[in-house]
């Protein structure tokens, strides 16, 4: 099991950047994949990006690729979203999420409570 804890989010103009953090408590931290997923008002929850366990692997929704880059540090139980060139249709809450796979951290057991992102046009 693991405990997540967002932080990062905040207000910022478009074409500006902001760096998320997800810090997860355990002993287990690396055996988990883990992502990045953001809700809009009125939308559905959507995947943003995702890495590996071990940090080798990543996956980023069509809509990010090129601006946001996940990263993690096991040593330290966290992972990162570096988010550049921000959009005013990146506003959302985003939450991170820990599960066996990128694939299906959709359906993963753990979440963080959220983050607010906010970007102004």
């Known amino acids: 099991q693991v405990q997540l804890v967002e932080s990062g989010g905040g207000l910022v103009q478009a074409g500006g950047s902001l760096r998320l953090s997800c810090v997860g408590s355990?002993?287990?931290?690396?055996?988990?994949?883990m992502g990045w997923f953001r809700q809009a008002p009125g939308k559905e929850r959507e995947f943003v990006a995702g890495?590996?366990?071990?940090?080798?692997?990543?996956g980023y929704a069509d809509s990010v690729k090129g601006r946001f880059t996940i990263s993690r540090d096991n040593a330290k139980n966290t992972v990162f979203l570096q988010m550049n060139s921000l959009k005013a249709e990146d506003t959302a809450v985003y939450y991170c999420?820990?599960?066996?796979?990128?694939?299906?951290?959709?359906?993963?057991?753990?979440w963080g409570q959220g983050t607010q992102v906010t970007v102004s046009s």
């Open positions: 999420a820990a599960g066996t796979t990128i694939a299906t951290l959709k359906s993963a057991n753990y």
């Open positions: 355990g002993r287990t931290f690396s055996s988990y994949a």
């Open positions: 890495i590996s366990g071990s940090g080798r692997g990543t």
